[in-house]
DNA sequence: ATTAAGTTTAACCAAATGGTTAATTAAAAA
DNA sequence: TTTTTAATTAACCATTTGGTTAAACTTAAT
């Protein structure tokens, strides 16, 4: 399907999507987004009526398609070392094919929080209990069994999940301070980032 | 000293800052920023030429404020374990007293990645030279000594400053997914970080 | 073929925004 | 005291920006 058969809609939802993304809601401008889509600026307000509304939409999806994606792996019956394993190196990758957009939902939810209230009956609701409090119990299980040392399963998720997104969050510090602004370098960081920030984890807590 | 008896600079400068962290850049109004420095906004443009200028004086300060106290630690002589707990405790602590402060500088530091060109020479560089390589000896050091498990330096120093700076990024989805939108149990998660996060990363590279 | 509905555009508009100017006031120098 | 310089303001300006309108075009139903 080429660029000229999808459906106006998509064109315009690709266009924005991708601007919001590198602007921001602030830095983003209508006519750009016009532009991007090869359309014209009025178009735009046909189709989502205001600049508020076409970034709900796009900051809506962006969020349920990313958010999720933690759940799969968290409500698995797998033990938690397993879990924790394939959730890392799941996310950091799922994260390499999107990279600016950890940085974009954190922004926007920063500057406006009570976006989220809008998506916690949906999304955010759901992340939280069937995602954390069935990995918050298998945290706690294992500390009974005595396999993993003592620690607030809240602590420890914002340990993995701090992890895995830092680093994109961080990049433009990461790659021009640590790196010599090297790109190759910084992406060999990412790419063995998989495996140590796992290695890290079990480490951390595992009773050895 | 009140606010009245401030120099017109400062007036303008603290209340620049404030507008800049809170909307960032694109979201930042000139006038907004006269109104809360109590003056004409000719005056804005009297002092700082332009919004730009305006804003480079100020992300130059919060940067060289902020990223020298990875210093202080980092380059003294006290054994490896020591010098990580102290710049952990210290560094959430500064955080904690300016908790916005992370986002907006990686916010704008990824809309203009070329903005750390311009300090590079100062203060950028310096942290490398005299922080981080520093560290990276005293890493290498301890790995050989067989005193910690091997880990790259690069990885070891993100994760720590991860550790320490995502909680204040994510505060948005910590406090409304995982604490329901309490401060309260928010605030506590904080608190009990600066030993929380210690424990962690000596776990994870302490040969035991 | 005609009508009706949906789609797309050029031109336009009002408000907001960064920035300027010319005049006024306050402070310092003579 | 007078003069010169710096600080401050009200009014103004050009451009940008989100949004609207009315007309033109396209598509599908009658």
Excluded: W
Aim: aromatic letters at 12%.
């Amino acid at each position: 399907m080429t660029e000229q058969e999808k459906s106006t809609e998509d064109l315009i939802f690709n266009a924005a999507r991708e601007e919001f993304i590198e602007k921001g809601f602030d830095g983003a401008r209508m006519q750009e987004i016009a532009k991007r889509a090869s359309i014209n600026k009025a178009l735009l307000h046909y189709y989502f009526r205001t600049k508020e509304k076409l970034f709900d939409a796009i900051f809506d999806k962006v969020f349920k398609i990313f958010m999720p994606k933690v759940l799969d792996v968290m409500q698995s019956d797998a033990p938690l070392f397993t879990k924790i394993e394939v959730f890392i190196e799941s996310y950091i990758r799922l994260i390499m094919e999107n990279p600016h957009i950890p940085s974009f939902i954190l922004h926007e939810l920063n500057r406006n929080p009570d976006r989220l209230v809008g998506l916690f009956g949906n999304v955010a609701g759901i992340v939280k209990e069937k995602g954390f409090s069935r990995f918050s119990e298998a945290v706690n299980e294992e500390i009974k069994k005595g396999t993993i040392v003592p620690i607030q399963p809240e602590q420890l998720i914002v340990n993995i999940i701090g992890l895995c997104i830092f680093p994109f969050i961080g990049r433009p510090i990461i790659q021009g301070v640590i790196f010599n602004g090297d790109k190759l370098q910084y992406d060999n960081f990412l790419e063995s980032r998989k495996k140590e920030v796992t290695k890290f984890i079990i480490n951390a807590i595992a009773v050895k």
